[in-house]
T-cell receptor, first 111, second 115 residues
Framework: KNEVEQSPQNLTAQEGEFITINCSYS?????LHWLQQHPGGGIVSLFM???GKKKHGRLIATINIQEKHSSLHITASHPRDSAVYIC?????????????FGSGTQLTVLP | NAGVTQTPKFQVLKTGQSMTLQCAQD?????MSWYRQDPGMGLRLIHY???????DQGEVPNGYNVSRSTTEDFPLRLLSAAPSQTSVYFC??????????????FGEGSRLTVL
């Protein structure tokens, strides 16, 4: 079983829809990252969080440490949001320097 | 700010050849790492470094070598390329090396094909 599980693997939405991508993990963590990988391949960091909620523009990330679960929400989705969204966790035990990545969620937003 | 600079973007090798992927960052980050990304799989850690002179193996280190002689540079060497090393490689860096770490910054990726 992967330490980091994302759902759904693929998601197609109409422009304007509210989107939720989920990430569950099985280890204690010191931080969780949400990343966006563009169709061209580049990866950018969206959020890093260890508790609560963060918001940046139309993107919201939440984390529940007790339930070992995080969600990434996109409000008023737009075709330019089409990308792969990746969740990664940094373990709080063992080597705190290593990250474990989910396999990503492919989001397609149709106009 | 250049951020993380990774070269080359594309490379084709023949089995048995060696090559070096270059990674440089200008943010004075302690932590640098190399990942490979294969279809249907998450990013997998090859090697990482928490500072100049300090490197360690990740999840898939076999066939790769790294060194960290300066804070800025973290090259990845393929010693004798194999078709199984065909992949997209990413270098990433962040500040911090322990429990408290920062945002991740990635290079643009290097697509390597081994024939």
């Amino acid at each position: 079983k992967n330490e980091v599980e994302q759902s759904p693997q693929n998601l197609t939405a109409q422009e304007g829809e509210f989107i939720t991508i989920n990430c569950s993990y099985s280890v204690g963590i010191s931080a969780l990252h949400w990343l966006q990988q563009h169709p061209g391949g580049g990866i950018v960091s969206l959020f890093m969080l260890s508790s609560g909620k963060k918001k940046h523009g139309r993107l919201i990330a939440t984390i529940n440490i007790q339930e070992k679960h995080s969600s990434l929400h996109i409000t008023a989705s737009h075709p330019r949001d089409s990308a792969v969204y990746i969740c990664a966790v940094r373990s709080s035990s063992g080597s705190a320097r290593q990250l474990t990545f989910g396999s990503g969620t492919q989001l397609t937003v149709l106009p | 700010n250049a951020g993380v600079t990774q070269t080359p973007k594309f490379q084709v090798l023949k089995t048995g050849q060696s090559m070096t992927l270059q990674c440089a960052q200008d943010m004075n980050h302690e932590y640098m790492s190399w990942y490979r990304q294969d279809p249907g799989m998450g990013l997998r850690l090859i090697h990482y470094s928490v500072g100049a002179g300090i490197t360690d193996q990740g999840e898939v280190p076999n066939g790769y070598n790294v060194s960290r002689s300066t804070t800025e540079d973290f090259p990845l060497r393929l010693l004798s390329a194999a078709p199984s090393q065909t992949s997209v490689y990413f270098c990433a860096s962040s500040y911090g090396t322990g429990v408290v770490t920062g945002e991740l910054f990635f290079g643009e990726g290097s697509r390597l094909t081994v024939l």
